[in-house]
Every structure is written in structure tokens, then in C-alpha cells.
């Protein structure tokens, strides 16, 4: 729209198009087409309304293609209005996004202050609401203040409210991500042979890449938020995140529902994080964060690793501490279902948390109204108020729980306040706070709702007393304050028991509902 090409001596500063449209093929931008090394200043530029059809690979609304081999600052960018390869894009169509289609970069660069105002984009394959394909390959790199409310279409993969894909290729950070957000009505991944999948929020696909993975997060992502409901016909979806590693959130937001087959959950979807050295300090971390969405699965048969949950779908060598979900889980044929994470692989962490949502399995086994299956997976401090159904491994807290050769798992000191848990097959195993034990996972201090009930295959079941046992320690709710201080729970600077009197349960002092 103003340049075909610009290099590592270009400036830009203060302009503004009315209007503009682009048809074309690879490195079409509504204002650079292609930057081959490096671009020193974007700043002040403004699209006011941009109309573009696009068939091939990296094409942006700004730029299509950019390669940052040399320092470059990118400041006050706005895309007031954009509509792209509506409503059919074209097969080749990828690597898209509101202001950068694909972006390499190999050396210090900073984008902020930037807006996608509003409209649609659409492509086949890596496509985000600011940028499609990030090429993550040096350890300074900064996104700070964007915001996007254009809605995003993709068919096949990594498609995201800010970011497509941010594939990272460093071994340490730093790389921020601040202050950015979505509010855009819809984040879709849809085909017909339902294979799409990696959908997120704020980024459909943000993990680490090339040989050999990180023992310390690369990425950092703060203060961030989407509202956008996530779609998909495949897997690999979360409000947030769609999958990722290597990456710190600290206090992110996804408040919209999500709907796909397998691996989903309110917050992030998937993880392939290593196992780290020091669980305490994993490579991925999701501290202070919230998911708000009722997640739905559409899968329609059962398959051998699953993972639905209100806050994670399947959290592999993760830390989830101070985090909540408040949506419910509906799940068909998706084993491990959980209010809070669906499936934890050996050795996720999961620390001063919480579920509020009902979680429905009408198909499936191992779900928990906290988490639905546990592999080494030490659970402390955490609560759940949802009602559970399942055909078996059905509890108020955890479906399953499993000590592995690679890490142990415990639930301790937790509080099942739900009041119904049911195992719908006859005979199925039903609990107030674990289904089922394996692998010498062990249960220390927990208790339950002296109110739930519990059924199996129709037929009522009768808790036995045990704090360290199955069924927990009976409870009254109208101590609950009083119950979580013995317990030892940390009532000055994580738990806010004053909430008790108006909600019924602690909410968090540094993670609040509001």
C-alpha cells in the first residue's frame, strides 16, 4: 500500500491511509510488503480501513513479510478496520495476520502500542489477529500494549486472537508479552474433516521449538486477556492458549467459552513442556491467572489420551498455583475431565486453586470436580464446589490419582465442597475426594462436604470417614473459616476468607473474581 520493499535503514514515521486494497500472492502488507533486514522505526502509522486478498503465504495488514536481522522499534500502529480473503481464503493462504503475516526475527526488536480496531480475517493455516507467524530466534524481544477486536478464521491450524504462532528458538529470554488483548467475538478453527485445531485467545500455538527444551521459561506473559469464545472442529484448544511451553503467564485472563474435541480446557489447551529439574521453578508456569468459560468437547468417540478441563485440558511438567476456573465442563466421550484441569502429567504442580464449575462426562471415566486425572501430580491447599458425574472414577476433588516412576502424586489438605458426585454405571467407583488410587499416591488431611451424596449405577453410597482416605474427613460448610485456618492454609497473603459470608468459599486475595 506504500511499499513494495524496505530494509534496515528505513524509517517510517506519521502516515496515515484512508483506505487500501492488495491482491496478491507472498509478502503482500497494506503498507510494506516486504522488510528484508530489519526496519529501525515504524511509528504513528494509521490504516483506516483495509480490504485485502490474499492467496498465498505472509501477508499482514501492515506488513507481509518481515525479517528482523537488525534492532527495530515498531510504535503506534493502528488498524482501525480489516477485512481479509472474506469469507473463502484461498488454499495456500497462511502465516497472516492483522499487522504482520510472518515475522523472523533475529534481533532486538520492540512492537507496542498497537491496534487492530475490528473486522475478520480469514486464511487457511497460521493466522492471528496481529500477527501470523513469529520466528522467535532472539532473546530481546518485546510486545507491549496491543490490543485486537478483529475476528479470526482459520481451517487448519495455530490460529490466535493476537498471535497465529510464536515459535521460539532461543534456550533463554527474555521474551514479554504485556498488556495485550483480545476482543474479538470469535477465534475459530473449523474444516470439514474436523483436523483443526490449535486455537487460542490470544495465541493458538506459543511454545518453544527447534532442539532440545528449556528447564526455565523463555517467555513471559503479563497482565494479558481475551474475551473471544474459541472454536474448533479438531483439538489443541484453550481460551488462552491453544498449546504451549516454555512460558510464564502471570496474571492472564480468558473469559470465553471454548468448544473442540480433545485436549481443551478454559485457559490453555495442551502443553509439551520437559521435565524439569526443579518442579518448583518449571519451564511452564501459569501463576495468578483465571479462565471463566464453560468448556464443551464435541468429540464422538472415546480416545486413549484425553483432557478436558475448566482451566487446562492436558498440563504436562507445569506449576498451576493461584488459579481459579469458575466455567462448567460438558464433556461426551472425553476421559479425564476435571473443573480445573482435565488431564497432569508427572509432575505438574497444582497449588492454592480452585473450581467452580459443574463437570458433566455423561461417556467417560476419571473426572474430578478439581482434576480429572492426576499422574505424579502433588495437589495442596486447593477446593472445588462443582457437582461431578461420570460413568466411574467419579469424585468431588480428583477422578484418578497416580503415583508414576516419574514423579509421586498427593492431595492434601483440600476441601471437596461440592454436594453430588455419581458414578452412572453399576457399580462404578464413586468418592467425595478421590476416585481412585494407584502407583502409592497418598492422601493427607482432606475433607469433604458433610452434604454430598454419592451414587453408583443409581444406588447410594456410603462415604467412610478417613481425612486420609477416599471420602475425606465430613465438614460442615458453615465452618468453613474456620476448618481452612486449622488446615493451615495461608489466610494473610493468599486466601481471602472474608468472601465465605457472601460466596460460601475463599476466593484469592492477589487473584480476584471482579
Same mark, same amino acid.
Given at each position: *500500500?506504500?511499499?513494495?520493499? !524496505? ?40 490504516? @483506516? ?24 522499534? &515498531? ?38 502500542? !498497537? ?53 521460539? &528458538?532461543?534456550?533463554? *529470554? ?31 500455538? @506459543? ?56 485436549? @481443551? ?18 519451564? @511452564? ?7 471463566? $468459560? ?47 484441569? *482435565? ?96 502407583? *502409592? ?15 453408583? $449405577? $443409581? ?56
Amino acid at each position: *500500500g506504500l511499499l513494495n520493499q !524496505a530494509g534496515a535503514s528505513t524509517v517510517v514515521r506519521n502516515v496515515s491511509i484512508d483506505a487500501v486494497e492488495v491482491t496478491g500472492y507472498q509478502n503482500q502488507g497494506g503498507v510494506i510488503g516486504l522488510v528484508s533486514a530489519g526496519l529501525s522505526v515504524l511509528d504513528g502509522v494509521t490504516v @483506516l480501513d483495509g480490504t485485502f486478498r490474499f492467496f498465498d503465504t505472509a501477508c499482514g495488514g501492515m506488513i507481509g513479510r518481515f525479517n528482523g536481522s537488525s534492532p527495530s522499534t &515498531f510504535t503506534n500502529l493502528t488498524m482501525s478496520q480489516i477485512q481479509s480473503n472474506q469469507p473463502n481464503p484461498a488454499s495456500g493462504a497462511a502465516h497472516h495476520g492483522g499487522l504482520i503475516g510472518y515475522s523472523t526475527l533475529t534481533a532486538a526488536t520492540s512492537i507496542g502500542n !498497537a491496534v487492530v480496531g475490528g473486522g475478520s480475517l480469514y486464511a487457511n493455516n497460521r493466522l492471528g489477529g496481529a500477527f501470523g507467524t513469529v520466528e522467535a530466534r532472539s532473546n530481546n524481544l518485546s510486545f507491549l500494549n496491543i490490543s485486537c477486536g478483529a475476528d479470526v478464521f482459520g481451517r487448519v491450524a495455530s490460529m490466535g486472537g493476537v498471535f497465529g504462532a510464536m515459535q521460539m &528458538f532461543v534456550a533463554a *529470554g527474555p521474551i514479554t508479552v504485556d498488556n495485550c488483548h483480545c476482543t474479538a467475538a470469535t477465534v475459530s478453527a473449523i474444516n470439514a474433516s474436523g483436523t483443526a485445531g490449535v486455537a487460542g485467545g490470544i495465541a493458538g500455538h @506459543l511454545a518453544v521449538a527447534g532442539a532440545g527444551l528449556p528447564s526455565v521459561p523463555v517467555a513471559f506473559v503479563r497482565d494479558c486477556s481475551t474475551s473471544a469464545e474459541v472454536t474448533s472442529s479438531g483439538q489443541e484448544c484453550g481460551g488462552f492458549v491453544g498449546r504451549t511451553s516454555g512460558t510464564q503467564y502471570l496474571r492472564c485472563r480468558a473469559t470465553g467459552n471454548v468448544t473442540c474435541q480433545r485436549w @481443551l480446557g478454559g485457559f490453555h489447551g495442551n502443553t509439551d513442556a520437559p521435565v524439569p529439574a526443579d518442579p518448583a521453578n518449571p519451564s @511452564l508456569q501459569f501463576i495468578l491467572c483465571q479462565a471463566r $468459560g464453560n468448556v464443551t468437547s464435541t468429540a464422538t468417540a472415546p480416545t486413549s489420551t484425553d483432557g478436558t478441563g475448566g482451566f487446562g485440558g492436558n498440563s504436562a511438567n507445569a506449576l498451576i498455583d493461584r488459579c481459579f476456573a469458575t466455567g462448567a465442563v460438558n464433556v461426551n466421550f472425553e476421559s479425564e475431565s476435571g473443573g480445573l484441569v *482435565g488431564l497432569c502429567q508427572t509432575p505438574t504442580t497444582i497449588i492454592d486453586s480452585y473450581a467452580i464449575g459443574s463437570v458433566i462426562a455423561t461417556n467417560n471415566s476419571q473426572v474430578g470436580a478439581l482434576l480429572g486425572h492426576g499422574r505424579g501430580t502433588p495437589i495442596a491447599r486447593c477446593y472445588a464446589t462443582g457437582n461431578v458425574q461420570g460413568t466411574t472414577q467419579v469424585a468431588g476433588l480428583v477422578g484418578h490419582l497416580e503415583t508414576t516412576a516419574a514423579g509421586a502424586a498427593s492431595l492434601s489438605v483440600s476441601v471437596a465442597l461440592g454436594t453430588s458426585a455419581v458414578a452412572s454405571s453399576a457399580g462404578g467407583v464413586v468418592h467425595r475426594v478421590c476416585g481412585t488410587l494407584t502407583g *502409592g499416591a497418598t492422601l493427607n488431611q482432606n475433607l469433604a462436604n458433610q452434604a454430598m451424596t454419592l451414587l453408583s $449405577g $443409581g444406588s447410594p453410597v456410603i462415604p467412610e470417614e478417613d481425612p486420609n482416605g477416599l471420602d475425606g474427613q465430613s465438614m460442615d460448610p458453615a465452618n468453613l473459616a474456620a476448618t481452612l485456618v486449622s488446615l493451615g492454609w495461608n489466610t494473610t497473603t493468599v486466601w481471602d476468607l472474608s468472601s465465605i459470608a457472601t460466596l460460601g468459599r475463599p476466593t484469592l486475595m492477589s487473584n480476584p473474581e471482579t
